[in-house]
């Protein structure tokens, strides 16, 4: 938008004041979101925001019943355990489904559906 920190952490804090948005604290990350979000997904949303996670959901999304191997493969990112790191955050907040594959040997992951079609029914925006 090409405005300073400054300047648009002033106008998120008045639209904030007038009960358009609402904002929260998670780590070092201060998110504001809009007012009609149900604040069940703040936390959903806010990790998504981060670069890592959401490439490992999208990848998720796209290859579902993936393993931490085969995501990490795909993204080229340096060690399986890093995509294991994020798709546990995503089982925490619901947005995966943890599975086992038929040996046994590595835990696999889905999209929870139902949960992802509900954040877009009040984050469309979210999605583009």
């Known amino acids: 938008m090409d405005i300073d920190s400054a300047e648009s952490k002033w106008h998120l804090t008045v639209l904030e004041k007038f009960g358009f948005?609402?904002?929260?604290?998670?780590?070092?990350?201060?998110?504001f979101y809009p007012a009609i979000l149900p604040e069940t997904y703040d936390e959903?949303?806010?990790v998504l925001r981060q670069d890592t996670a959401y490439r490992v959901f999208y990848d998720v999304f796209l290859?579902?019943?993936?393993?931490?191997?085969?995501i990490s493969d795909r993204l080229a990112l340096n060690n399986p355990a890093t995509a294991k790191y994020h798709a546990d955050k995503l089982i925490n907040?619901?947005?995966?489904?943890?599975?086992?594959?038929?040996?046994?040997?590595?835990?696999?992951?889905?999209?929870?559906?139902?949960m992802?079609?509900?954040?877009?029914?009040?984050?469309?925006?979210?999605t583009s």
């Open 21 to 31: 948005l609402r904002s929260k604290y998670f780590g070092k990350y201060h998110s």
């Open 93 to 114: 907040l619901q947005l995966f489904t943890p599975a086992t594959d038929p040996e046994g040997s590595q835990e696999r992951y889905s999209v929870n559906t139902s």
């Open 44 to 46: 959903v949303l806010c």
């Open 116 to 126: 992802w079609v509900e954040i877009v029914k009040f984050s469309p925006g979210f």
């Open 63 to 70: 290859s579902p019943n993936s393993s931490s191997q085969e």
